[in-house]
């Protein structure tokens, strides 16, 4: 399918959830983008994909009772992220311990949840793997209020998070509230894997949020066109993932994270400054081009004359000492 078909099929009536999946899709491949910029700076990818395991519960409950799952998933995941909040304040363990312990529990419970619906084996591989094209339009709605609070959230609390992700320690001694900060960044992460749940399920969902990030990190030293790179990155990815998967009839979220898997390859490559192939020129240029040859035998120098101290000229000290 070339992509003016595609484009013709977005407008078609007897299509309608193909723009939905579209909107849903780069709704949160551009959220997903902004908060995976701080998961890659902080080193949270664990994080990340434990908060993909903590809101199964919620949509679990949610399926079973009919209700919304982005609401549902929501709630979950953010009773978890509060709960690994005030746990990890205990040194006696680290936060991944800590994290390890809730979000797999949580995981479990979703899977024990969903195991009492009726058509079990069909809602749980919706859950693992996603359902884009059976989204309705109220979950549209909710993914695209959602994704607005976390974006302005983000814009609003961005120098304290950057304080954070420099200096912890620094930053609490200067009266910053890591806590707090923490917990809401958590929530906000939360929040991002719920509405991409739908995309490209619990187990990929990980991808949008670490998989743009890092290859915009490759293409910039700098955090705010980062910040920038990383959303775009992720919206062209889910929208010619979406492309691809239509045109070629294979599953949507996969074919979204192998387009951000082979844009991540391609940077890691021809990164203009960071790239494999800028690192081997640069190498290349610093060593020398040949081997210098030996210096060629000429003629020995001649010594200077020597001077030869003689008593008709005194040493100036000496003679004014003398007279």
Partial sequence: ?????????????????????????????????????????????????????????GLAIAFVISGNLVLGGVFAGVATAVLVAVFSQNRRLNESSIIGVFFVAAFALGVVIISQAPGYAGSLEQFL???ITGIPISDLYVAGITGLVVLVAMFLLHKEFVTISLDRESARALGVPVFWLDLVLYVLVTLAVVISVQTIGNILVLALLVTPAATARMLTDRLGVMMLLSPAIGGVGAFVGLYLSWSWDIPTGGTIVLVLTAAFLLAWFLAPRQGL??????????????????????????????VRETDDDPDPVNAGALS
């Fill in 1 to 57: 399918m070339n992509p003016i078909d595609f484009f013709t099929d977005l407008f078609n009536p007897e299509l309608a959830f193909l723009p939905k999946a579209l909107a849903v899709a780069v709704i949160s491949s551009i959220v997903c983008g902004v908060v995976g910029t701080h998961v890659v700076l902080r080193g949270m990818a664990f994080i990340g994909d434990a908060v993909s395991h903590a809101v199964f519960p």
């Fill in 129 to 131: 793997f996603g359902s």
């Fill in 277 to 306: 192939l800028a690192k081997a020129i640069r190498r290349a240029r610093r060593s020398p081009a040949t081997t210098p040859l030996p210096p060629s035998p000429g003629p020995s120098p001649r010594a200077a004359p020597a």
